[in-house]
Structure formats: C-alpha cells, structure tokens
C-alpha cells in the first residue's frame, strides 16, 4: 500500500513537470498579447483624445443645383488658421459610393483624421487638418472624389490668420 501511494505521488509529479512549463508558457503568451493590445489602444485613443477642434470648423458644404449626371464637389471651411489649430473641413459629391482623397498640397499642415458618410444622396467627407506650430500661411488642400460615373477635385486655400 505504501510503494502505491508513492506511485501516485510519483506519477503526478511527473505530469506537473511537464505541463507546468507549458501552462506557464501559454499564460505568459496570452498575458503579453493583452498587454499588447491594450496598449495599442490606449495610444490611439490618447492620440486622438488631444484633438480640440476650432470654432471655425464645419462639417458641410452646399453643392447648390446639379442635375443627377453632372459631377460636382465642394469642399469649405476656414480660409484663415492659426499654428497648432485643428480646424475640420467638408466636402461632399453627388453620388452614393465616392471614395475621398485629401492631399496636403501645400502648408506646413497634416490631416490627422478622415470621416465618410452618406446622407440625403450625397458621399460626404470631414477632415480634420492640423496646422502645425510653423505654419505661415500658403497652405492649399486638395479633395479629390471618384465613383463608377467618373470623378472631381477642388482645391482650397489657407492663409496665416493675423493675432490681434
């Protein structure tokens, strides 16, 4: 009955040798896959948690009176920014699938974030820009919109606005 017992504790030993490094290593795998991620998702919320937007931010454009074959875009918002402002800015197509492209074309300045929607028959995007701390003015973004129908662009410009 004694050597049985021994047995028992012998064998058991043994399965615990050889699955506790395996146990350990799965729990250390999943613990830094959860790190991991929260940490990736803390950032981007971080990041974009900073963002206060200017009073002079808009989030629509009037295309005014279009047929259903021609092909317009509009883009608004501020003609005027300051360094270290993030001002919003809107465009928007006559169409139901048009996919948006913003470009910096000139200014020190950098879209930080991009939105897309649709409503009322129309693609509509809002981006916000970010003037950086050098910004001196002569900044030109370009929105460019495109579906199956074809395609069109604007361009809009930003001048430095003078501190009083």
């Excluded at 990041?47 to 206060?52: L, S």
């Excluded at 918002?77 to 074309?105: C, H, Q, R, V």
């Excluded at 820009?129 to 030109?140: A, C, E, M, V, Y």
Aim: with cysteine; hydrophobic share 40%; proline share 1%.
């Amino acid at each position: 009955m004694y050597y049985f017992s021994y047995f028992r504790v012998r064998i058991f030993n043994q399965n615990l040798s050889k699955t506790l490094p395996m146990k350990k290593s799965i729990n250390l795998l999943l613990l830094v896959a959860i790190a991991t991620f929260q940490f990736s998702c803390s950032s981007d919320d971080d990041a974009n948690a900073d963002v206060t937007l200017s009073s002079k931010s808009v989030t629509d454009c009037g295309l005014g009176e279009i047929s259903d074959t021609s092909l317009n875009v509009c883009l608004d918002g501020a003609e005027l920014a300051l360094p270290n402002e993030n001002i919003t800015y809107a465009a928007k197509y006559n169409s139901l699938d048009a996919d948006f492209k913003w470009t910096i074309m000139s200014g020190s300045m950098e879209v930080i974030n991009i939105e897309n929607s649709i409503s009322d028959g129309f693609s509509k995007s809002i981006a916000t820009i970010k003037f950086n701390s050098d910004f001196n003015g002569q900044g030109i973004i370009e929105v460019f919109a495109e579906d199956s129908r074809g395609s069109g662009g604007v361009t809009h410009a930003i001048e430095l606005e003078e501190m009083n």
